[in-house]
């Protein structure tokens, strides 16, 4: 019953490095999303791929890049990190829209 | 654009009282509502939902009333539980796409 699993948990980056963020899903999902939460802010979509193969911008995508690699995986690229890139990243997945958005536990990162 | 206004918080309520949460959203066309909740440390989770006007979603005692003419989602529960404190989110699902409230911080004091 692992539902929704992101690595790393924690991380903590300089700025401009780089790093993916990993999401995996077992629930044989159709969609995927990431989103930050920032305090004040409530969730904010970064990207989201409504069916493998698809990758679409939400509402926050600059500085970050995608890849839903097959049905269970759904990666997110920090290409350089910035301080404002400091939040708590989730992933979530559906299997059909009007059902239940699953979320993973989130990844803190912090760029110095 | 379509979007969530959740009354902010943080709300700090005894053990046994009433509690709101106000929300309303702004959508074209005819969008699902939800309502999730986070516990410290944790993802989301779905608390309830309505997909079509006058639709009443309840769980846990909670329950939330689709009203598409107040274009309104308010979250209640009669009797709190200092189980109950997490944050709240208000939020709708409008053609492939959710989109959240702020969050609303609740704190039940036994």
């Known amino acids: 019953n692992a539902g929704v699993t992101q690595t790393p948990k924690f991380q903590v980056l300089k700025t401009g490095q780089s790093m993916t963020l990993q999401c995996a899903q077992d629930?044989?999902?159709?969609?995927m999303y990431w989103y930050r939460q920032d305090p004040g802010m409530g969730l904010r979509l970064i990207y989201y791929s409504a069916s493998e193969g698809t990758t679409d911008k939400g509402e926050v995508p600059n500085g970050y890049n995608v890849s839903r690699l097959n049905k269970r995986e759904f990666s997110l690229r920090l290409e350089s990190a910035a301080p404002s890139q400091t939040s708590v990243y989730f992933c979530?997945?559906?299997?059909?829209?009007?059902?239940?958005?699953?979320f993973g536990e989130g990844s803190r990162l912090t760029v110095l | 654009g379509d979007s969530v206004t959740q009354m902010e918080g943080p709300v700090t309520l005894s053990e046994e009282a009433f509690l709101t949460i106000n929300c309303t959203y702004t959508?074209?066309?005819?969008?699902?509502l939800f309502w999730y909740v986070q516990y410290p440390g944790e993802g989301l989770q779905l608390l309830l939902k309505?997909?079509?006007?006058?639709d009443k979603g309840s769980n846990k005692g909670f329950e939330a009333t689709y009203r598409k003419e107040t274009t309104s989602f308010h979250l209640e529960k009669g009797s709190v539980q200092v189980s109950d404190s997490a944050v709240y989110f208000c939020a709708l699902l409008t053609g492939n796409q959710f989109y959240f409230g702020t969050g609303t911080s609740l704190t039940v004091i036994p």
């Open positions: 309505a997909t079509k006007a006058d």
């Open positions: 959508a074209t066309g005819y969008p699902s």
């Open positions: 979530a997945s559906i299997v059909h829209l009007g059902g239940e958005l699953f």
């Open positions: 629930m044989n999902h159709n969609s």
